[in-house]
């Protein structure tokens, strides 16, 4: 069985004159019991930053070491080992960069600095991902020097592998045991029967560096007539790396779903975005996951090619996936599995690594912008507070040598499921075995209210998300009955139900309590009495209208509930109910729905009328804080596959009065607000009251995108239709 190692995200890299710290956007720096919980996941090792940028940007001389000489005795405290990485996708201090003359020699500076500081460390990783970065920072021009050229690629890749063979060198004068795990992304090029020579050339660059440092690189390699000609590299610069060979002693493998890719001449076929060449022909270069027909053999095919390739120990250094939570456990879980599957061919496979422990930031956008777009890892971070998402306690079963059963890991991720085709399919030559599914059975997600907002948006998420689910109407399942909840669990068998049914005319409740109370109150409760009976997940839903208002900060979850009106009432009743009833159930208040897919919600309303020129009252004295429904939903499925239990507050987090959520909205579509009527609550002559402030706030590590990201999506994605006077 591979080891289980793992890693925080802590690239800093510079575009321009910024720098961007992964580090501090985590609050990592700043937390002292990370470690603590990150020890708790079972891990052997973990690759551990102690980065140049950080430690000296002033030089060694006016070196801050206060933070790992913290983390690293720490580290070796807890049982784990350190594979201490000196630079992260960076170009080092202002004083250098990848295309200057000092900059190797400077880094070997640094790391011998490091290891006479930490002479106790044996494992490093001077450079993590050499190749990777030269083509960001000197090909793509995405990172500083922004290089758009084959020369300074060259310029950024030899650099970057010249000082890792120069640090190991000064690190191994102070630890002559020290191993080198040479990090990199890998994965293949596939391509139609015109471009094969490009797939070719493609297919050997991805080796380059390790080649380099394995002292590979001679007049007889692939590549060496393209480093001559194209990029310009001296016979001297590239022979130094046979003459210093550097093998690493463990080649980590980073593979992402995006790292394999396919080209096609027939450029017609994709957007413009994708259109590119290579002087001879154009084609496109996309994603061989959103073409191909048959998916690929992910990286058990890599790890093939790479143990052919050099007959060294691998690791897989890096897993990690941008997407929902199921899907970020079946990644894990089928890199595992492929692990072990090749451990068992004969591969030395030392480890898989859980990647981007606490999450990371704007990779989305490939770090060029801090636009704050948060993907979270094994732990889901807020501020100060660590959260372990359900990749957490995967990990945790890893480590000890057992697969989870959790009932998601039987459905195939997005990268196998029909809906990732985003071009016209191309079948290969080549065919790939279908790959199982890690678990047994697909258990549902039973979902009541198949006629409101709410029940609908969760059947179309989870058609998204590749969630088996059964979505049923009150004539298929009444929650008032207990009798029928009990049938209807019985039939479904589902790992979780998702309780979107229940009574919402706040207003017209005042005069229908007895209804409101068996929707609202009573069917929640007999569904947690069954679900529990049954150890079955639960998520049911709540409001803000249980709050009376009497404050003027945002509601947390501890705080006392006071409702004001029957419908307020019957839901506090219910939050007790089902918690008393079902302790594991997750309870979420919510507020001010809005979405895409519903002609009904307040901002549709609002835009409606004032399109039409039409007079739209709107309550000024009022503050709530309104909900993008797909993003409420995403984030109620994510605390589902956690197992997170309570009562949370889920809303898109910004306080602001009804009237003020009309003009924020109408800004979005650029529509007049002349006709729009702010007024007071007793203006619109409501039958039930309102508390005058309810907006929701959290304690919990778990919150949803800004209010402008919401609304800005919810311009992309609605049915502008619906906005049409009707």
Known sequence: MPALWGGVECTINRVGDHWFSQLERSGHLGRSSDLDAIAGLGLRAVRQPVLWEQVAPDGLAAADWSWVDQQLPRIRHLGMEPIVGLLHHGSGPRHTSLVSPCFAAKLAAYAGAVAARYPWVTHYTPVNEPLTTARFSGLYGHWYPHGRDSATFWR?????????????????????????????????????????????FNNDLRWLAWDLLCGRVDASHALWSWLSHCCHAAPADVLWFAANACPPDIIGVNHYVTSERFLDERVERYPPPTHGGNGRERYADVEAVRVLAAPTGGIGPLLEEAWARYGLPLAVTEVHLHAPREDQLRWLAETWNAACQARHAGIDIQAVTVWALLGSRDWDCLLTRCDDHYEPGAFEVRGDTLRPTAIARLATQLATGVMSQHPVLSGPGWWRRPSRLLHPPVTLAQEFPERPAVGEGRAPVLITGATGTLGRAFARI??????????????????????????????????????????????DAEADATRCYRENTEGPGHLAAECARAGIALLTFSTDLVFDGARCEPYMEDAQVAPLNVYGLSKARAERLVLERHPEALVVRTSAFFGPWDGHNFITTALRALRAGLPFDAASDQTISPTYVPDLVHACLDLLVDGEAGIWHLSNGHALTWADLARRAAAVVRTDTATLRPCTSGHLALAARRPRYSALGSQRACSLPTLDDALARWLAGSDHHLLDAA
């Open 156 to 200: 950024a890749l030899q650099a970057q592998c010249r000082a890792t063979v120069l640090a190991m060198a000064a690190i191994r004068e102070v630890q002559p045991a020290a191993r080198l795990v040479q990090t990199d992304d890998l994965g293949r090029t596939w391509s139609t029967p015109r471009l094969a020579y490009q797939a070719d």
């Open 462 to 507: 989870c058609v998204e998300r590749g969630l088996d689910h059964q979505l049923l109407d009150r004539a298929q399942l009444d929650i008032a009955d207990p009798g029928a909840v009990r049938r209807a669990l019985e039939r479904y068998r589902p790992w979780a139900l998702v309780n979107a049914a229940g009574y919402v005319r706040v207003d």
